[in-house]
């Protein structure tokens, strides 16, 4: 998107405001599609915990994508967005028995990540065919916050207690129709997927009724000018050739899926804050802008990086400065920044803010949640209205202390 086109967003719907660009979502979209174009059978379940707007799972919807959910609510955001039960997969981690069976109701694909559930669900509901999450044990990813599939990681069934899964299966007569993993986002090296395709097809070897092997998700996206993403193309075809070799071995076209978040939306997000005030210290110069860590959480969560320019005097001089928000902590979106001159009032623009962004804001400081626009057809559209005082009351039950009260109690 133009940073005049983006200037204009932040004038007419006020800040801060997320933005997105749908013709980035669908590029980053083909993208990937192209680059399985030889595997028979391929699945995009776009990751919605990522952005989970309506309006970008209806986008998702339209361009032929299927879904990965993690919770009830998400489930239901697809259905009303117009997904097909079967077009759903519901990948939780440590919920409830209830909570899976609720879903399985609904009639998604179920993953399951543990023995203990495995054991529970398959016993009850020996006819419904489910997916197991396997955990591969490899140390991927960026942040050990986001590195996912190690030994010591909460996720996924350990490939050392296969035997047990069989144990499971054979048991209680149930099937397992898909094999899943996903081993940490930011995933730069495409070794590491494929080397963990091998394990998750010695796996598959085992299971005679698989329709689906999962590769789960990670593709690292740049940051910043020279930084190097996953190449979704090599991968595309050294997997490609891994994963059709396998088919024929197993005697059966199995689709091959994927659930990215990151990869399809980090890109298209813009945030856009206005600098409330430049204050110089004896050490640096803050902007400190009209928002915090409770809307974009992720610098200060786990490090990650942010580019930010000034769309308001893109043509001025280069200066250094520390972002900071009004949050009640240190409250850091970038340290020792090469900006553009920036004065009070300016609209800072907040680069790869499409994933992990608004779906991880919150009302901490009692603040609003921005709004949502998306850059559509050449148009903005406001897909979620900022947030007002009644959104921070709505759930809220007052007790009545006043000393009339006080009396009725006593009494
Ligand atoms: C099970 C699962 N699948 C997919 C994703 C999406 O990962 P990414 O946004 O790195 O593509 C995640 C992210 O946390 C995940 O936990």
Not at 104 to 126: M, R, W, Y
Request: proline content about 3%; glycine content about 8%; some cysteine.
């Amino acid at each position: 998107m133009l940073e005049n086109q983006l200037l204009k967003i932040a004038e007419d719907f006020g800040s801060p405001v997320y933005v997105y660009d749908a013709e980035k979502i669908e590029a980053q979209y083909n993208r990937l599609t192209n680059a399985f174009s030889g595997v028979k059978k391929l699945k995009l379940n776009y990751a919605v915990k990522a952005l989970s707007n309506i309006s970008i799972l209806k986008l998702f919807n339209k361009l032929g994508s299927g879904i990965d959910t993690v919770s009830l609510q998400e489930i239901e955001l697809g259905l009303k967005a117009g997904f097909k039960p079967q077009q759903i997969i519901f990948t939780p981690n440590g919920v409830s028995l209830a909570e899976i069976e609720e879903a399985a109701k609904l009639g998604v694909e179920i993953n399951i990540d543990n023995l203990s559930i495995l054991e529970q669900f398959g016993t009850k509901h020996p006819n419904i065919p489910v997916c197991i999450r396997i955990n591969p044990h490899i140390m991927a990813g960026g942040n050990a916050n986001i590195s996912v599939g190690h030994i010591d990681s909460k996720f996924g069934i350990s490939i050392h207690q296969i035997p047990h899964i069989l144990r499971i299966v054979e048991n209680t007569g149930m099937t397992i129709n898909g094999i899943h993993m996903h081993t940490g986002s930011d995933i730069l090296d495409i070794e590491v997927f494929l080397y963990a395709s091998e394990i998750l097809f010695d796996t598959a070897k085992q299971f005679k009724n698989l329709d689906f092997i999962d590769f789960g998700s990670g593709f690292k996206v740049p940051y910043k000018e020279g930084d190097i993403e996953t190449n979704i193309e090599e991968l595309g075809k050294k997997l490609t050739a891994k994963f059709n070799a396998f088919c024929k071995e197993y005697g059966k076209d199995l689709t091959l899926a994927f659930e990215p978040g990151k990869f399809l939306v980090s890109e298209s997000g813009y945030f856009l804050t206005k600098v409330n005030a430049v204050k110089q210290t004896t050490s640096t110069v803050f902007a400190q802008v009209d928002s915090g860590f409770n809307h974009l959480i992720r610098p200060m969560f786990y490090g990650s990086h942010h580019d930010i320019i000034n769309i308001s005097n893109p043509n001025g001089s280069e200066r250094f400065y520390t972002v900071v928000g009004y949050i009640c902590e240190t409250d850091t979106f970038g340290s020792n920044r090469r900006i553009k001159e920036i004065s009070e009032g300016d609209v800072l623009c907040f680069k790869n803010a499409g994933a992990y962004c608004f779906s991880m804001a919150s009302n901490y400081n009692s603040r609003f949640r921005p709004a949502e626009v998306l850059w559509y057809n050449n148009e903005a559209h406001l897909i979620r209205k900022r947030e007002t005082f009644d959104d921070i009351i709505k759930n809220q039950i007052e007790v009545d202390f006043s000393e009339k009260k006080e009396k009725e109690l006593a009494k």
